[in-house]
């Protein structure tokens, strides 16, 4: 892709969401992000459209666009379809990936192991982001590709809002996901379905445990992953 203004926008956009520099549900400026990336109305508009389509942005009519809202209604899909998803992309990628895309994605997992080093909470996420992405692109379905792109953002927000730095918990379950990178990736080359999604399994319950701490309140015991689809 060019590094022309709407690419500089949408990367922009795409960080600043990820990282909750722009808030779920904030309005967008259009006027500031027009001055601010040389763009008229027309460019600026495509690259919203763009974004809506992937999962990041919502456009209203007459009201301009927002960043995708996180409610009590999609923190609960969000539980309850994430480890289905996490699996059948981990069990396609096994399949599916190519040897460059193995190549990107061990470039990838040493991008987050540099991060972690860093302990920029913001650059943990976005390298996360990229490997779990490409594991998407191995698993190449046009079906499963959406519902995955936006299960990543929202994951990317809510591991953003309860990390937590100074938690030694939190450290070593960092850790540990590496840990489940490094295996993921072996897995991917063995062409290993079954620990893939085993691995899969494995990963999700390690971020859902550590977000549960900070969101579950006290004394209700039901897990988030387990709750029903007819719960209020």
Same mark, same amino acid.
Not at 26 to 42: A, I, K, P, Y
Not at 175 to 201: F, G
């Given at each position: 892709?060019?590094?022309?203004?709407?690419?500089?926008?949408?990367?922009?956009?795409?960080?600043?969401?990820?990282?909750?520099?722009?808030?779920?549900?904030?309005?967008?400026?259009? @006027?500031?992000?027009?001055?601010?990336?040389?763009?008229?109305?027309?460019?600026?508009?495509?690259?919203?459209?763009?974004?809506?389509?992937?999962?990041?942005?919502?456009?209203?009519?007459?009201?301009?666009?927002?960043?995708?809202?996180?409610?009590?209604?999609?923190?609960?899909?969000?539980?309850?379809?994430?480890?289905?998803?996490?699996?059948?992309?981990?069990?396609?990628?096994?399949?599916?990936?190519?040897?460059?895309?193995?190549?990107?994605?061990? @470039?990838? @997992?040493?991008?987050?192991?540099?991060?972690?080093?860093?302990?920029?909470?913001?650059?943990?996420?976005?390298?996360?982001?990229?490997?779990?992405?490409?594991?998407?692109?191995?698993?190449?379905?046009?079906?499963?590709?959406?519902?995955?792109?936006?299960?990543?953002?929202?994951?990317?927000?809510?591991?953003?809002?309860?990390?937590?730095?100074?938690?030694?918990?939190?450290?070593?379950?960092?850790?540990?996901?590496?840990? @489940?990178?490094?295996?993921?990736?072996?897995?991917?080359?063995?062409?290993?379905?079954?620990?893939?999604?085993?691995?899969?399994?494995?990963?999700?319950?390690?971020?859902?445990?550590?977000?549960?701490?900070?969101?579950?309140?006290?004394?209700?015991?039901?897990?988030?992953?387990?709750?029903?689809?007819?719960?209020?």
């Amino acid at each position: 892709m060019e590094n022309g203004p709407k690419s500089q926008l949408t990367e922009y956009l795409r960080r600043a969401i990820l990282t909750l520099e722009l808030r779920p549900g904030q309005d967008l400026d259009e @006027q500031q992000l027009s001055n601010d990336f040389n763009l008229s109305r027309t460019p600026l508009r495509e690259v919203f459209r763009d974004l809506a389509g992937l999962g990041y942005l919502e456009l209203r009519a007459g009201r301009g666009a927002r960043v995708a809202d996180m409610s009590y209604t999609t923190l609960r899909d969000f539980f309850l379809i994430a480890p289905m998803i996490y699996r059948a992309v981990l069990r396609l990628a096994t399949l599916n990936a190519t040897v460059d895309q193995i190549a990107d994605l061990k @470039q990838a @997992q040493d991008d987050f192991k540099s991060a972690l080093r860093s302990g920029h909470a913001a650059e943990r996420a976005l390298a996360n982001n990229r490997f779990h992405e490409i594991t998407g692109e191995m698993a190449g379905n046009v079906y499963l590709m959406p519902s995955f792109q936006r299960l990543l953002i929202d994951h990317a927000r809510i591991a953003m809002t309860f990390y937590q730095p100074q938690n030694n918990g939190m450290a070593s379950n960092l850790t540990q996901a590496s840990d @489940q990178h490094d295996e993921i990736i072996i897995a991917i080359e063995n062409r290993d379905a079954e620990r893939a999604e085993d691995l899969a399994d494995d990963h999700w319950s390690l971020s859902r445990d550590e977000i549960e701490r900070f969101v579950m309140p006290t004394g209700l015991a039901l897990p988030l992953g387990s709750l029903s689809t007819h719960s209020a």
